[in-house]
């Protein structure tokens, strides 16, 4: 079982950054594949980011390549995704995810076995 806590959402100004955290419990973190996902409203939930168990793999939605960031720390049981040059249309609520397995699948939501509760991500223009 895993459990896992996000933080550093908040409300912040279109062109700006900020860095999601996801704090998981367990002491298999290290043999997960993470990913981001987000849900704006009204909008069905969409994938946004993965990472492979080292670290080494990611993967991005088109629509955050190149101004998002995934990365994880094992030794702190923590993943992140450092955001930057934020949208109005990256307002969404922010959830992490974990995969029982080692290596990142295709970004679809079947593909994790637990989730965090989300975090609120709001972009104003």
């Known amino acids: 079982q895993v459990q896992l806590v996000e933080s550093g959402g908040g409300l912040v100004q279109a062109g700006g950054s900020l860095r999601l955290s996801c704090a998981a419990s367990g002491r298999t973190f290290s043999s997960y594949a993470m990913g981001w996902f987000r849900q704006a409203p009204g909008k069905a939930r969409e994938f946004v980011a993965a990472?492979?168990?080292?670290?080494?793999?990611?993967y991005y939605a088109d629509s955050v390549k190149g101004r998002f960031t995934i990365s994880r720390d094992n030794a702190k049981n923590t993943v992140y995704l450092q955001m930057h040059s934020l949208k109005p249309e990256d307002t969404a609520v922010y959830y992490c995810?974990?995969?029982?397995?080692?290596?990142?699948?295709?970004?679809?939501?079947?593909?994790?076995?637990?989730w965090g509760q989300g975090t609120q991500v709001t972009v104003s223009s």
């Open positions: 990472i492979s168990w080292s670290g080494y793999s990611t």
């Open positions: 995810a974990a995969r029982a397995q080692r290596f990142i699948g295709m970004g679809y939501e079947r593909e994790y076995d637990y």
